[in-house]
């Protein structure tokens, strides 16, 4: 088995008859433990190539493989693949009428037949390791959206996924909490977790990155490692964009 | 007459007045009771004819409850087809073969139904029904709950259907993501949330229903206001049947309502 968890080759997704390119050929390979960040102008395809990775997204063309599955092959369930990318969005998505824990174990329990204590048991642990344990039993309602964050993390958690993607996970917050989430995401880096991050936060991506991709019009202009990418940009797109959001 | 000014004048005091006035007066309440109370001895009580007031009500219910199942059963398939082929349209078209194909002509089927069931009236249904469709049937009850469910099943479908597209796609995607396939997210995630939504619409075409049975008549179905009309055809008197069934409709509704919105305050208290 290879050290690369995910390979893309030649990925494309167009819109309308192929008049909207929002991704016009992406080649990457990702590491297992990786902590790779995407970053780029809006509209440059971020999110697209991240939703392509477990499917929300249907590719026009190209292959993505995980685990050296091509997961758009007949063959594969799609749904056992996503259970093994867990996936946190900009809006949380916590689901409003079931409580902090039936969030948490529902997928688990239904999926996976786990007995329910024992799902009730490691969706407390994962609580109490990002400070809600006594939230358990309320509503997503009577959240921040810091703490909802937080709890959409350890959802995915539950279910113990290969891989984390996020997607803009701190951009509907409140300046003052995202440091909380960021923080919860630093922690899960460090654990050895293979995660991949469209996000605004350069600060993150350069102390928690281990690899840049720069994307602007549906093609990764450069990769690098984060010292080098915010330090030495070499296409003129990068300096401008690193020139207005540093 | 002018006898009669001659002796308001030689009415001594004012009380005496009133007092006529009065007696007058619990005279003709008297008299109007004794009224009310022939003609609704004659429109309920004689010939039992409280007991067809009541076999109505009885017949009238078991086409509402069981249109309302069938209506109910129709919508949510006319819904999850309708649904299911807007969520997933692109990746069904995508990869083509003979599932699509059963779809699209499933939701083209489920776009006929609605179309003709909404853009004609249930009484033209019901009789279209009775009269050619089970025209070697007698059994007007059963037809009549036909006919209503598979109408009121349209209107329920599109009541789902909004509930549906009402949820947040974040939702369907959060569930999607952990890996629930689309019917369990559905079921799981989408349904609870949509049917919080649509209650109180849900709640209405019931009502709407309730009331609509009243045209069973027309195909000799002896429903509550064909039972009220036999009654006003017999003694004469319109008032009193027919404010009596139009009460019994009320009430009906007003306990429905009460019920439903007592179901409503409870799902509301799981969220807060």
Redesign the interface.
Known sequence: MNDNIIQVRDLKKHYGNGKIKALDGIDVDIRRGEVVVVIGPSGSGKSTFLRSL?L?E?PTQGVILVDGVDING?RVNV??H??K???V?Q?F?????MTILKNMI??PM??KKMPKAEAEAKALELLRRVGLEERAYD?P??LSGGQKQRV?IV??LC?DPDVMLFDEPTSALDPEMVGEVLDVMRDLARGGMTMVVVTHEMGFAKEVGTRILFMDGGTILEQNTPAEFFANPQTDRAKEFLSKVL | MNLSILSLLAASSLGERLSEAWNGMQAWIAAEWQDFCQTFHVNFIASNRWLSLLKGLGITLQITFFALLLGLAIGLVVASIRSSYDKNQ??MA??GGFGWGVMKLLNGLCKLYLTVFRGTPVVVQLMIFYFVIFASSRNGTLIAIIAFGVNSGAYVAEIFRSGIASV?A??F?????????YL?TML??II??AF?TILPTLCNEFIVLLKETSVAGYVGVMDLTKAGDIIRGRTFSAFMPLIAVALIYLVMVVILTWLVGKLERRLKK???
């Open positions: 477990n929300m249907t007949k749904n056992l996503r259970q990318m867990g996936m969005f809006h998505n916590l689901f409003p009428h529902k997928a239904t999926l509503y309602s009577q959409a959802r995915a279910m | 692109e990746a995508k990869r947040d974040g939702q995607e959060a569930g999607r993501s952990l890996g629930f396939s369990q799981y995630i609870p949330q919080k799981s969220e807060r």
